[in-house]
Each structure stands twice: as structure tokens, then as C-alpha cells.
Antibody
Framework: QVQLVESGGGVVQPGRSLRLSCAAS????????MHWVRQAPGKGLDWVAV????????YYADSVKGRFTVSRDNSKSTVYLQMSSLRAEDTAVYYC?????????????????WGQGTLVTVSS | EIVLTQSPGTLSLSPGERATLSCRAS???????LAWYQQRPGQAPRLLIY???SRATGIPDRFSGSGSGTDFTLTISRLEPEDFAVYYC??????????FGQGTRLEIK
């Protein structure tokens, strides 16, 4: 069965960096696009970034562009989110999520599996 | 960027009743590439419906989706206690960015 396990969350000061990881299993990781979606406490879902199946395409929400970088290591079935210049408004549960397709050339499908999320708190 | 607006914000119904949730897009959603997700408290979202009307694997047939263009609907024919949750629509026709609606909270009356 598909499993997505996030790690790396925690409390970080404003302006600092943090890297999230998501270990995937139960499917052929190298053939699917992977997303990061966040949810601030008590709020709705907020799409953050996506990376294509082969890592050749990355796309970001305007709110994180230039500060966050998504990457993947298909040999380890792991996707990463490097977050820098963190702000209080980045505080959220960050979900790793699997696309139903390749997400090649910016053409994504729906998200069909989600991890359980990891909490990032940006506070001094 | 396509903006999705869900209504109502909160829906109060009793088990056994029918629920109708709406999702309206600011512009036409390409090829009806719209999905619905359910999120129970403390849990990750779960895919219910994709391509506007196709049920995801394992989803009961009391859940159905319809619509095209800018207007979409999620219908739950007979509410079960486990259906009381928050529901989100999401478009992927014009992506990225993928966009979500703000959610509809379905609560027990």
C-alpha cells in the first residue's frame, strides 16, 4: 500500500532554514509527480510546490517562490522541501502528497495519496 | 490563477439526510479537472472524487460529483456519522498552481 512519511518538522526561528523529507513506499516513486501542501492551524489547504517525476520541472506558489526548493532522489524514493528565510506565516502542517500522474511540463493530475504531515512552527 | 469558492461555509445536517456542497470557479476548469477531498479532524485529506465525477478507489457510492465549466457539486446521498468533516474542492486543469477552495464544514445538526 502507498505510504508517505514526512519528517524534519519542528520549531525554528524567523529567518532560519529547515529541510523536510518525505519517504515514499508502496509504488514506483520515479514515475509520479510529488507535491507539498500545507495547512496553517485551523485553516484550509494551501498548495506549496510540485516536482515532476524525473525532477526536471519544479513549480511553486508565489508565497514561497525564491525561498523554498523542492527536490527528489528517486534512488531513495524521497522528496525534499528546503525552506529558507522562514516567516511566522509559514507555520503549518506540511503534507507530502503523490500526484496521479507524471506532472511533466506543468501538467499535473489530482493528488491521490497524502502523508500524515509534519508540523513546522516559525517562532522566536 | 483560478480561484475556487465553496458554499456554504458550514452545513448543518442530520445523519440520513442529503448533503449538497458547491464549488464555483473564477474561470472555466479545463476538461473538468476538479477533485473533492474529505478531511476528518486530525487526519490528512482523502481523495473522494476526481475529474469532477469519478469516484476514487474505495469511496462509497453515496458520494457523487457533478458539474462542468465553472460550477461543480459534491452530493452525499445519505449522511453517515463518519461523513461529518471538512470538504475541499481542488482544480488541476490549469496547473500549476493547483488551487483549493476554502472548504465546507459539514457538521451534525
Amino acid at each position: 500500500q502507498v505510504q508517505l512519511v514526512e519528517s524534519g518538522g519542528g520549531v525554528v526561528q524567523p529567518g532560519r532554514s529547515l529541510r523536510l523529507s518525505c519517504a515514499a513506499s508502496g509504488f514506483t516513486f520515479s514515475t509520479y509527480g510529488m507535491h507539498w501542501v500545507r495547512q496553517a492551524p485551523g485553516k484550509g489547504l494551501d498548495w506549496v510546490a510540485v516536482i515532476s517525476y524525473d525532477g526536471s520541472n519544479e513549480y511553486y506558489a508565489d508565497s514561497v517562490k525564491g525561498r523554498f526548493t523542492v527536490s527528489r532522489d528517486n534512488s531513495k524514493s524521497t522528496v525534499y522541501l528546503q525552506m529558507s528565510s522562514l516567516r511566522a506565516e509559514d507555520t503549518a502542517v506540511y503534507y507530502c502528497a503523490k500526484d496521479r500522474g507524471y506532472c511533466s511540463g506543468g501538467r499535473c493530475s489530482q493528488i491521490n495519496y497524502w502523508g500524515q504531515g509534519t508540523l513546522v512552527t516559525v517562532s522566536s | 490563477e483560478i480561484v475556487l469558492t465553496q458554499s456554504p461555509g458550514t452545513l448543518s445536517l442530520s445523519p440520513g439526510e442529503r448533503a449538497t456542497l458547491s464549488c464555483r470557479a473564477s474561470q472555466s476548469v479545463s476538461s473538468s479537472y476538479l477533485a473533492w477531498y474529505q478531511q476528518r479532524p486530525g487526519q490528512a485529506p482523502r481523495l473522494l472524487i476526481y475529474d469532477a465525477s469519478s469516484r476514487a478507489t474505495g469511496i462509497p457510492d453515496r458520494f457523487s460529483g457533478s458539474g462542468s465549466g465553472t460550477d461543480f457539486t459534491l452530493t452525499i446521498s445519505r449522511l453517515e456519522p463518519e461523513d461529518f468533516a471538512v470538504y475541499y474542492c481542488q482544480q488541476y486543469g490549469s496547473s500549476p498552481p493547483l488551487t483549493f477552495g476554502q472548504g465546507t464544514r459539514l457538521e451534525i445538526k
